[in-house]
């Protein structure tokens, strides 16, 4: 029998033509910078282009001129300024929604009762797209600061309800009628039962309310500010300072990525905490 | 089924009524809240006179172009990176650090690259489209169980019929969700394009000039609009996925 199968397997192998194989050696030895190659052949094409000057500087700077903009704006305190202001907006609004989204969430979650009532009007709501939200808000709330937190918490909001929601729904009833036999106290059942099986969904909601809020953040900022990245990208637009632009858009990148992070500690820093999945 | 949509409908006409009354007693400034009669009153007129089908189709146009555009390169690109491990290697950190650049943050170079016109708003909405469906079709893709690749291998398909027979059928699923992820963001690009980018035409550019004339009637109908197109693109795909030419070998796997 195994002798059969070991003819099977060779037979198959002796079907399927040799690869040469000296192209695929080396890039298997340099793995790490495969990676590498195309940013690099990008970069390289992006100073070439630039030094040669087939384009002009205001549709594509130069890396050294995009190095010293990155250099100016931080020097003079702008760059830090306005993305602090920027990540405050995101931080106040995200703080909002995730709470309120905690709290509908768990609520539909619970109660069939309550989602039964209020799900249908929640699912017609979270149609709406984020941005179709702004000319109400801006009507509503003027351009100030409340607009900016109110939009993000509201792009917050939605992911993260409906994560809760599925997060609690989806508690093993078994360990639900596990924490009943043992006479935990509700508080307990919530903290030891609940929570730390619906961690990971709740953290899927709070990962993409996070996207979605930097997202929206943005595109407030290019809209309707008078501070914050987006207003200094909107700014320099306006100079046609492309080099502040370039700066400025690998800074939304770095603030994007670097929010992502942070909550992807957090979500191992709870996990440890509360032991994961019981 | 009766009862669940009764209480679900409980809601919003309460919402309704305490708007209605409000504005009606003047809790409410009706200038800045309006009200349902004014939005059916402003809905009516921008119906009769054709106003509100031109928006919407300027608009639909561009989205549906934008899509055609990032979902057709997002998908093959897709497929590559999944079945070609050196296209991997070699673009997949390039793209992924694109990804992080929030989407509205490319908006002001495609004006600059592109000019404020048509050319620069299907661009920005094709990116907006690209990603999720990029990345769906990709995971889709590489996740095809091995015991099919196997077969296939036993069968000395041929690359191209391995493809559809073997790898567009099992990633399907992924696939879909890619394409309505991306009809969302493109839908989501479309209005944000007609904000952003200077337009005169479509459901976007309608709402904003509906703000600065201060007609709140004509802002809630906007949001109201944009949120049935978004519903019924959504619902449209997902049809489309119950129809799908694979459905049959996807079932027989």
């Known amino acids: 029998m195994t002798d059969l199968s070991h003819w099977a397997q060779s037979g198959l192998r002796a079907r399927r033509p040799r690869l040469p194989k000296f192209p695929v050696l080396p890039l298997r030895k340099l793995k790490f910078f495969t990676g590498l190659a195309v940013p690099a052949w990008l970069f390289a094409v992006w100073y070439g282009v630039t030094a040669a000057h087939w384009v002009p500087d205001q549709i594509l700077p130069a890396p050294a001129a995009v190095w010293e903009a990155f250099g100016a704006l931080t020097r003079g305190g702008d760059l830090q300024t306005n993305l602090w202001i920027s990540l405050s907006r995101v931080g106040y609004g995200f703080g909002a929604g995730t709470l309120a989204g905690l709290l509908l969430g768990a609520g539909m979650g619970f109660s069939d009762g309550f989602a039964r009532f209020v799900r249908p009007t929640f699912l017609v709501i979270s149609q709406i797209p984020i941005l179709a939200w702004l000319p109400f808000l801006m009507l509503l709330l003027g351009i100030g600061e409340a607009l900016k937190i109110v939009l993000v918490a509201k792009a917050v909001f939605t992911p993260v309800t409906l994560s809760t929601c599925a997060g609690i729904r989806d508690v093993p009833a078994r360990y639900l009628e596990l924490a009943r036999v043992l006479q935990l106290s509700r508080l307990n059942t919530l903290r030891r039962v609940v929570l730390p099986a619906a961690l990971p969904q709740l953290f899927s909601g709070f990962r993409y309310g996070l996207t979605h809020a930097w997202l929206s953040l943005v595109a407030v900022e290019l809209l309707a500010s008078y501070e914050g990245v987006g207003y200094l990208m909107v700014y320099s637009r306006q100079l046609f300072q492309l080099d502040v632009m370039v700066a400025i858009m690998l800074v939304i990148a770095a603030a994007g990525l670097l929010l992502d992070r942070l909550l992807s500690l957090g979500e191992t820093w709870l996990g440890r905490r509360y032991g994961g999945a019981p | ?253």
């Open chain 2, 1 to 253: 089924m009766r009862r669940v949509l009764g209480s679900g409908a409980v809601l919003p006409i309460l919402l309704l009524s305490i708007w209605a009354a409000s504005v009606h007693f003047g809790l409410l400034d009706v200038r800045l809240w309006s009200s349902p009669e004014l939005v059916l009153a402003g809905g009516w007129a921008v119906l009769r006179d054709g106003s509100l089908a031109t928006a919407l189709m300027a608009s639909m146009k561009r989205d549906l172009l934008g899509f055609a555009i990032g979902a057709g390169l997002g998908l093959p690109l897709g497929l590559l990176l999944a079945r070609v491990r050196l296209a991997d290697k070699l673009l997949g950190p390039t793209l992924n650090a694109t990804r992080q650049i929030a989407l509205f943050a490319w908006v002001p170079f495609l004006s600059l690259w592109l000019g404020n016109g048509e050319q620069g708003r299907v661009a920005f909405i094709a990116l907006g489209a690209f990603f999720p469906v990029l990345l769906n079709t990709h995971l889709g893709a590489a996740r095809v169980e091995a015991r099919y690749l196997e077969v296939a291998r036993v069968l000395c398909l041929k690359p191209h019929r391995k493809l559809l027979k073997v790898i567009l059928p099992s990633a399907l699923p992924a696939i879909l969700t890619g394409l309505r992820l991306g009809l969302i963001y493109a839908w989501l690009a479309t209005i944000g394009a007609e904000y952003m980018f200077a337009t005169t035409s479509g459901v976007g550019a309608m709402m904003m000039d509906a703000r600065d004339l201060f007609r709140m009637d004509l802002v809630i109908l906007g949001m109201m609009v944009i949120g049935g197109v978004g519903f019924g693109l959504n619902a449209l795909l997902s049809h489309l996925g119950h129809l799908s030419l694979w459905r049959g070998v996807e079932q027989s796997l």
